[in-house]
């Protein structure tokens, strides 16, 4: 759980610097993919993570901030 966070921790961080500036592969923006991907993993591990607990925290918390940022990421690349 900890190495998952830290991983996840460091991948989000990378693509919000992606997404400020910019950084393009072949003229194609990473930023808001990128993100819209981890958001969905996260948003499938901690689905699967309330359903098992049946607690709101920690897993029902995460989860609704991972739709959140899901649903404001998928805006931002319509919007874009």
Do not use: E
């Not at 966070?5 to 997404?19: H, Q």
């Not at 500036?21 to 990473?30: E, P, Q, R, S, W």
């Not at 993570?49 to 607690?55: A, E, G, H, I, N």
């Amino acid at each position: 759980s900890l190495v998952s966070g830290i991983i996840f921790g460091v991948a989000i961080i990378l693509s919000s610097v992606a997404i400020h500036y910019d950084f393009a592969i072949d003229g194609k923006a990473i930023g808001i993919p990128v993100t819209i991907v981890l958001a969905g993993i996260l948003t499938l591990m901690f689905t699967w993570r309330y359903l098992r607990t049946k607690k709101f925290m920690p897993a029902g918390l995460t989860l609704f901030l991972s739709i959140v940022i899901l649903v404001i990421a998928s805006i931002a690349a319509l919007v874009k």
